[in-house]
C-alpha cells in the first residue's frame, strides 16, 4: 500500500455555522464548499490547510455515525484519512494482513472520493480513513 499523503483531519461538530466562526474566523482559515452525503448522514465542510484539510462533519441525523459519536464523546478529532494511490489495492493488502476493517469495498465520500475505514481496534483506538483521488 502506498501512502501519499495525510488527506484530511476529520472533526466531529455540532453546528458547522458555528464550528466556522472557529476555523474561518479565529484561525482566518477559508471554506472551500460543503457537501451532504445522505448515505453517512452527514453534511461536510472542506478547510484546505497546505496540502491537507480540516474536514467538519455535522450530523444530518442523530442515528447517524457522526450523531452517535458526538452523542458519546462529544465534539472532535473523529477521524484521520490518509490518502493512497490505490484504495482497492490497499484494501486487498490490509484483508490478506487479518486487519480488522469498517469496509471491505471503497465506497464513495464527499468531494467524489473513493473512501474506505479501518476499524479503530486495528488502528490503537484511532478511526483510520483510506481515501483515493482522481485527478
Do not use: W
Not at 458555528?18 to 472551500?32: A, D, M, N, Q, T
Request: proline share 3%.
Amino acid at each position: 500500500m502506498k501512502v501519499i499523503c495525510i488527506d484530511h483531519i476529520g472533526v466531529a461538530v455540532e453546528s458547522l455555522a458555528e464550528s466556522l466562526k472557529v476555523y474561518e474566523g479565529i484561525l482566518g482559515l477559508e471554506l472551500h464548499g460543503t457537501e451532504t452525503v445522505a448515505e453517512q448522514k452527514v453534511t461536510t465542510a472542506f478547510l484546505p490547510v497546505g496540502d491537507t484539510e480540516v474536514e467538519l462533519l455535522e450530523s444530518t441525523d442523530p442515528e447517524g455515525p457522526i450523531g452517535k459519536f458526538i452523542a458519546a464523546k462529544g465534539q472532535g478529532m473523529q477521524h484521520i484519512a490518509f490518502r493512497v494511490e490505490n484504495i482497492d489495492e490497499a484494501l486487498a493488502e490490509l484483508k490478506a494482513k487479518g486487519v480488522r476493517l469498517i469496509d471491505e469495498v471503497a465506497r464513495y465520500g464527499a468531494g467524489g472520493a473513493r473512501i474506505a475505514f479501518i476499524h479503530p481496534k486495528a488502528t490503537n483506538g484511532v478511526l483510520v480513513e483510506l481515501c483515493e483521488r482522481r485527478a
